[in-house]
């Protein structure tokens, strides 16, 4: 089967998975005497399947449980700003950014069932984050717009003169997804955690060829054929193609890499109990169901089977690397400001 052309079987999996977990899902399960309402940080509904998510969990509690446009630098900085009167009562984010929320002591301590079985590299020891899914950079290409030129299949590919103003990223001093873009590229291309240099040389030249930035997400603009190429993480490729987009997702030769995400209950959230059971939800066989729905690969068991035959096969991301995640956190600053120095938009 075509990983670009997606088995139809994916809706009775799903269907299958949240029929059997809807009255085993713990505290998520039950009812809200009163609703109320859940408020999420960079929880877009057209990112991944959180769309579906959320509108899964006010099913099933009666909690409202609004979509926010955020990205994870824009979550960290509310999170900051609002510290004294906290807004949001969860949060998600990419890893880079998990220790500097819990340096900040913007994050409550709370671990869900389910999270004993998360590898325990990816969460903290306290529960003040656990990842809830991981995903992985590549390119999202919408060949239509392409004006003939092959779809690329390396980051090398991207410097060619045919994808001049083709190629687009997330800002990388802001959004997660942008950061992990410039670390897959850096280490594919020979860098290391405190070397940066073969990423940015990359990058610099990405920018000499016309490549743009966003500050939040973009699969809409490929679309539309606006940026043909988005450097992005898989599941969003998966998600556009199902939704009829005549595009294709590579994972580059020369590497790239696994970038979980993970969430937090927000330290004095205003809807404390509300955060707690979403949390509950997210870990629950349904939720994680829900994320699998979007490709995001659960961190409670596999992809199903019939939602893999769909994607790239495992070889392809066999070239994805996994890293220390606290370190890649700890270095994002100096990142930034080399980034802003030597390459800037």
């Known amino acids: 089967m075509s990983p670009n052309r997606r088995s139809r079987t994916a809706a009775g999996v799903l269907a299958a998975l949240t029929a059997a977990s809807l009255t085993g899902c713990g505290a998520a399960g039950s009812t809200a005497p009163d609703g109320g309402i859940v408020i999420t940080y960079n929880t877009p509904a057209e990112w991944g399947n959180y769309g579906a998510v959320l509108q899964a969990f006010t099913d099933a509690t009666g909690v409202r449980a609004p979509n926010d446009p955020k990205n994870s630098g824009q979550t960290f900085a509310a999170l900051q700003a609002e510290k004294g009167s906290p807004v949001a009562d969860v949060a998600y984010v990419g890893i880079a950014f998990a220790d500097q929320l819990v340096q900040a002591d913007v994050l409550e301590p709370y671990a869900p069932a389910g999270t004993e079985e998360v590898s325990a590299d990816l969460r903290a020891d306290d529960g003040a984050w656990t990842a809830v899914h991981t995903g992985t950079i590549a390119f999202i290409v919408n060949e239509?717009?392409?004006?003939?030129?092959p779809v690329p299949t390396s980051w090398a590919d991207l410097l060619r003169p045919e994808y001049e103003g083709k190629v687009?990223?997330?800002?990388?001093?802001?959004a997660a997804v942008g950061y992990s873009a410039a670390t897959a590229a850096n280490l594919a291309l020979g860098g290391t955690l405190s070397d940066w240099g073969p990423g940015l040389d990359y990058l610099g030249a990405l920018k000499a060829n016309g490549a743009s930035t966003s500050a939040q997400t973009a699969t809409a603009k490929v679309a539309q054929g606006e940026i043909p190429i988005l450097i992005d993480t898989d599941f969003n490729g998966y998600r556009l193609r199902d939704e009829g987009s005549d595009v294709s997702v590579v994972i580059p030769e020369e590497g790239s890499l696994q970038v979980p995400?993970?969430?937090?209950?927000?330290?004095?959230?205003?809807?404390?109990?509300?955060?707690?059971?979403?949390?509950?939800?997210?870990?629950?066989h349904e939720g994680q169901a829900l994320?699998?729905?979007g490709y995001m690969r659960p961190v409670t068991g596999d992809l199903p089977e019939e939602l893999a035959d769909t994607t790239l096969p495992q070889e392809d991301y066999e070239r994805a690397a996994t890293i220390d995640y606290v370190e890649q956190g700890a270095q994002q600053q100096g990142f930034i400001e080399l980034y802003q120095s030597e390459v800037g938009f």
């Open 261 to 284: 995400y993970v969430v937090g209950l927000v330290k004095g959230a205003p809807n404390e109990e509300n955060g707690r059971r979403l949390l509950d939800f997210y870990f629950s």
């Open 291 to 293: 994320f699998a729905e």
């Open 168 to 174: 687009g990223y997330l800002d990388p001093t802001q």
């Open 144 to 149: 239509a717009h392409l004006d003939g030129a």
